[in-house]
């Protein structure tokens, strides 16, 4: 635990430090009201140990003062001059707890246990009410939720994959183009795992300088670089106990990857300006759309951390090799926004379908849900037409893929018959009917028979 010691006797707050570091905890200490109350305002504090006289001071008057700055903070009255009214007079105003001096390391030792069942079933109400605040504004302001089963096989093999390894403390690595979900996905591993209940904290590789993103991720002392005027713990203390996602971990500066290598390994890191080595119990889920093999080749990625991170790795299909999946998602985003918006839209019309799926889709995801809201406004009737989107472009060569069924991509040594062909065979599989391939394929019915027969589809 994060423990503060206020007590106007060196002697006293050196001991106590002492007993506490040898159990394993985080202690700072103060000597008077004002310190312990701006360490209380800068710093979040499992419990505090709290003098009844200090000085002229009366703790009692402190410990109303605390409680005024965070309701919730555990703090426990220790005094020489203890008497029954001042046990009862503390209680009543709030304090958690009330020991005697000189205690013993088991009295101690009693306390802290009976604090961190406090915390515990604390930690858990706030975070059932951060749960329900976080459902209510989903239900109003975000999206449906992003469906994890799918009717494309590839996606639905990774999908398997990764949710089995939920289960366990193993690394994952989820890689894919922009806008695919990762993040959403990272979210739903946590939530499937038996760390469901603890902290799930994000840290964006990209978004930070290096001296700021090492200071986010491991924390800081005070002093330690221009604009560190305290101590601060990170988002690895955050989110002990739980998950640390580390969103396109691709863009990891190389003077940071040695140490959250060591996260990994040694489950050990240091605060940025500290030379004491601490522990840490979290999970990495990290994701990335970048080619982590080239950026090994190329000198910007460590090959150790990329192995210790790839224990579980999943790429993510993108929307224009999930066109089955892509259909669905459109009615989903369709069904959430018209009725958020209270308009009539059903679904589309035929012209509206094929341009939605001729369209290459390169933002995926994020791409679909704006073109599927700014739709749902503009539509005139109750189907979205053609028009309502965005006009179908063909996929660019820097994001082009290989068709994983027949090996062939937009760009290579092929002829135009083996890409009809290959292209034929892809959309009847999914197509729900010859109508709906014809129409995706901008071709009528007769046609498309005589294509069949051509290449001997049936």
């Excluded at 539509?379 to 290989?402: M, Q, W, Y």
Aim: charged share 30%.
């Amino acid at each position: 635990m994060d423990i503060l010691i206020v007590d106007d006797q060196k002697s006293i707050r050196l001991t106590t430090s002492l007993a506490l570091e040898a159990e394993g905890h985080y202690v700072e200490t103060a000597e008077d009201g004002d310190s312990c109350l701006r360490r209380v305002k800068e710093e979040n504090f499992d419990l505090v140990f709290l003098d009844l006289r200090l000085g002229d001071e009366d703790g009692l008057e402190i410990l109303q003062k605390i409680l005024g700055i965070k309701p919730r903070q555990l703090v426990t009255i220790f005094t020489a001059h203890a008497s029954v009214a001042t046990a009862v007079k503390a209680t009543q105003l709030g304090a958690f707890d009330y020991l005697e001096k000189p205690f013993t390391p088991d009295q101690l030792r009693a306390i802290l246990i009976k604090a961190k069942k406090a915390l515990q079933t604390q930690g858990e109400v706030v975070r059932l009410q951060e749960t329900v605040q976080e459902l209510k504004s989903e239900a109003k302001h975000s999206s449906p939720p992003l469906r994890f089963t799918s009717e494309d096989k590839r996606t639905h093999e990774e999908f398997d994959i990764l949710f089995r390894a939920a289960a366990t403390n193993a690394s994952v690595l989820i890689l894919g183009e922009s806008g695919t979900g990762k993040s959403v996905i990272a979210r739903e591993v946590h939530e499937r795992s038996h760390l469901r209940d603890k902290p799930f904290v994000t840290v964006s590789c990209p978004s930070l300088s290096k001296e700021l993103l090492e200071s986010v991720l491991f924390g800081h002392m005070k002093g330690s670089f221009t604009g560190a005027v305290k101590d601060t713990w990170g988002k690895v203390h955050a989110a002990e106990g739980g998950t640390l996602f580390l969103d396109e971990i691709g863009e990891l500066p190389m003077e940071i990857q040695p140490k959250l290598l060591r996260l990994l390994q040694e489950r050990e890191y240091e605060r940025l300006g500290e030379n004491k080595v601490r522990q840490s119990n979290v999970r990495v889920i990290a994701a990335t759309n970048r080619d982590l093999p080239a950026q090994i080749a190329a000198g910007h990625f460590r090959e150790d951390l990329y192995y210790r991170l790839n224990v579980i790795s999943i790429t993510v299909p993108s929307l224009r090799d999930r066109p089955i999946d892509l259909y669905r998602f459109a009615c989903d985003y369709l069904s959430f926004f018209a009725g958020q918006m209270g308009r009539k839209v059903e679904g589309f019309s035929e012209n509206g379908r094929s341009s939605l799926m001729r369209h290459g889709w390169p933002g995926n995801l994020r791409e679909l849900r704006n073109a599927i809201e700014r739709a749902a406004i503009l539509a005139r009737g109750n189907k979205i037409e053609a028009e309502d989107l965005p006009r179908p472009t063909p996929v660019s060569a820097n994001t082009a893929s290989r068709d994983p069924a027949s090996g062939l991509c937009i760009g290579g040594e092929h002829t135009i018959d083996e890409i009809e062909q290959a292209h034929l065979l892809r959309v009847l599989e999914w197509a729900p009917s010859l109508q709906d391939a014809a129409s995706i394929l901008g071709i009528d019915k007769a046609t498309l028979y005589r294509k069949r027969k051509r290449y001997g589809i049936e």
